[in-house]
């Protein structure tokens, strides 16, 4: 089967977020069951300085906007056999950062426009392609109205898979025709409106053949009429062409016996041990004292929608009773300012590092005993995954992929839990999971179990890469 990726961020070049820690995993574990996987992205700054000399030019070709003419140059490299085709233009992509300017619709869509055309440059006829979020969401609309007549794109079949909902490629009508060439008509008889503006993610939920999302209970939240995402009555339209596939985790990057990052290597027979010991290096490397108080790790984009809030309310509660907190990641400059007083306020209960540190990160997974993940909503989440792959004990809010992976503990009936969870989004939701862990921190029988059971999971990619096979095979046949 010939697979394209299409998505704006992929390991091992460029992340922002877990969208790039599926697309890659997700891909190689294609590759792996005998598939063939191209991927296509833009070429950006940090891509093109860093990985220059690995990048072999392949074609260049023109690329039109209404009066905007600009030039594609496509470069090409190899990643554990995954076929990377990087689409470059320096006026678009060669910037600071991945997102967050005030042109992203533009640059989008000349990605969409550029790879339509790739395709037909590198004669590469897709049984599938793949669509990740909203930047390449006009694709499928774009060949089916301006190629319907081209034998080359006659037997292309559409999958989308919505990893943020919250984003929907919202732009004016003017744009449509404007940047796309595409009539007006799409947008008057609804196709790509939403909420009187253009959503290329409403387009390419209404023109592909199947939608994906990233969890089963995601999936049911979306199309709850109910629900914040807003999606529901679109989705309604297309529910039976509408699947949860859960993600998995690359258990390559995330082994506790065979990490590099890590002091002290450990498995599910040395857990204890192993755990105390990268305790000791974590708290060290923070500059705490040694103890051996529980230790709950934070590893997170510092938003509101991680719950952070939540945490904060309860921290100082927390540390009262014992714990330690420890927390890397930015984000939200208020939640910021929030961790840094917490920390001038117990230096020696609380360690923090703004920013990202992938080193630290394994460390603070390894080296602590729960992980914190309250989310307000969360279509997959990794964190929850990575944590119990080491034996750190999750403790989430019941919602998206976080309600599908984790079994929380509730008495010495729940013989399979695997975690921590609760329902509400509320302060005493917040404390009775804290209380919890206490209670189980102080119970090492009890605590040794649960982490076994977490860390005997199996998250690898398999599962969810033959579930997407499965929906490729069956959307090739309709």
């Known amino acids: 089967m010939k697979i394209a990726m299409v998505t704006s961020e992929a390991n091992p070049f460029v992340k922002s977020g877990g969208l790039a820690d599926v697309t890659f ?30 990048l072999q030019f392949i074609a260049k070709f023109q690329i039109h906007m209404s009066w905007r003419s600009q030039q594609v140059q496509i470069f090409r490299a190899y990643v554990d056999g995954i076929v990377y085709y990087f ?97 007006d008509y799409l947008f008057d008889n609804g196709e790509v409106r939403y909420e009187n503006n253009v959503s290329s993610l409403k387009a390419a939920i209404m023109s592909s053949n199947k939608i994906t999302t990233v969890s089963y209970t995601h999936r049911d939240e979306l199309l709850d009429p109910y629900s914040e995402h807003g999606l529901s009555s679109v989705l309604e339209l297309r529910r039976d062409d509408f699947v949860g596939i859960l993600n998995g985790l690359d258990y390559e ?18 857990v204890t041990s192993g755990k105390s010991l990268n305790k000791k290096a974590l708290l060290e490397k923070f500059h705490l004292p040694l103890s051996d108080k529980p230790v709950f790790g934070l590893v997170s984009r510092l938003t509101w929608q991680k719950g952070i809030s939540l945490i904060l309310s309860r921290a100082r509660s927390l540390i009262r009773q014992g714990g330690v907190l420890i927390i890397l990641g930015s984000g939200e400059y208020e939640l910021e300012q929030q961790i840094e007083h917490l920390r001038r306020d117990f230096p020696q209960d609380v360690g923090i590092y703004i920013g990202y540190n992938n080193e630290l990160a394994h460390l603070i997974y390894a080296g602590s005993d729960f992980f914190l993940m309250p989310s307000l909503f969360e279509p997959c989440g990794i964190g929850q995954m990575i944590a119990q792959r080491y034996g750190t004990l999750p403790i989430v809010r019941y919602t998206g992929g976080l309600k599908d992976t984790v079994i929380g503990y509730e008495n010495e009936n729940t013989i399979d839990a695997n975690g921590i969870g609760f329902i509400h989004f509320n302060e005493g939701a917040m404390q009775y999971g804290l209380d919890l862990a206490l209670k189980i921190y102080e119970n090492k029988k009890l605590l040794l179990k649960l982490r076994r059971n977490a860390m005997k999971l199996d998250r690898t990619w398999f599962l969810s890469a033959e579930s997407y096979l499965h929906l490729y095979r069956e959307t090739i046949k309709e």
């Open 87 to 183: 689409l470059q233009n320096d006026y678009y992509f060669f910037r600071d950062n991945i997102y967050g300017y005030d042109d992203d619709t533009e640059r989008f869509a000349f990605f969409t426009l550029s790879v339509k055309e790739a395709f037909k440059v590198l004669n590469f006829k897709a049984d599938i392609v793949h669509l990740h979020d909203w930047q390449p969401g006009l694709l499928p609309t774009l060949i089916k109205e301006q190629e319907k007549n081209n034998p080359f794109f006659k037997n292309f079949k559409f999958i989308l898979t919505i990893h943020n909902p919250a984003f929907k490629g919202l732009f004016d009508k003017y744009f449509l025709g404007n940047l796309y060439s595409l009539p």
């Open 25 to 54: 995993s997700l891909s190689k574990e294609l590759v792996i069951l005998g598939q063939e996987v191209i991927l296509f992205m833009p070429l950006y700054k940090q891509i093109s300085l860093k990985y220059e000399k690995d």
């Open 253 to 270: 990057e995330f082994n506790p016996s065979e990490n590099l990052y890590l002091p002290h290597l450990y498995d599910r027979l040395t």
